[in-house]
């Protein structure tokens, strides 16, 4: 069982930035992905990005490409969300996620994430 705390929500102007923490509990073969997720209210749940562990290598979501960076520490047991120029249309709240890979490569897809943390909420005021 792989448990995950995210930290660093808050509220910013529009164009402004803010980073997200998540930590993991432990690294398992079963977590060797890690990725972001966001919901809005009324929308389903959408996959921002993701991030293998093993190598570091990530994968985002067209609306925030050149945006939104993510990184791991050395320990690969805590992963960033780095969110410059936020818009409006970022605010939602952000879960954290752990799941397998597959042949070596992430899938940014909920359905496959086993593990989930509470979530931290992102507000961005125009």
């Known amino acids: 069982q792989v448990q995950l705390v995210e930290s660093g929500g808050g509220s910013v102007q529009a164009g402004g930035s803010l980073r997200l923490s998540c930590t993991a509990s432990?690294?398992?073969?079963?977590?060797?992905?890690m990725g972001w997720f966001r919901q809005a209210p009324g929308k389903e749940r959408e996959g921002v990005g993701i991030?293998?562990?093993?190598?570091?290598?990530?994968y985002y979501t067209d609306s925030v490409k050149g945006r939104f960076t993510i990184s791991q520490d050395n320990g690969k047991m805590t992963m960033y969300l780095q969110m410059n120029s936020l818009k409006p249309e970022d605010a939602a709240m952000y879960y954290c996620?752990?799941?397998?890979?597959?042949?070596?490569?992430?899938?940014?897809?909920?359905?496959?994430?086993?593990?989930w943390g509470q979530g931290t909420q992102v507000t961005v005021s125009s």
């Open positions: 996620a752990a799941g397998p890979s597959f042949s070596g490569a992430c899938v940014l897809h909920r359905a496959l994430m086993p593990y």
């Open positions: 432990a690294y398992t073969s079963n977590s060797n992905c």
């Open positions: 991030i293998y562990r093993p190598d570091g290598s990530t």
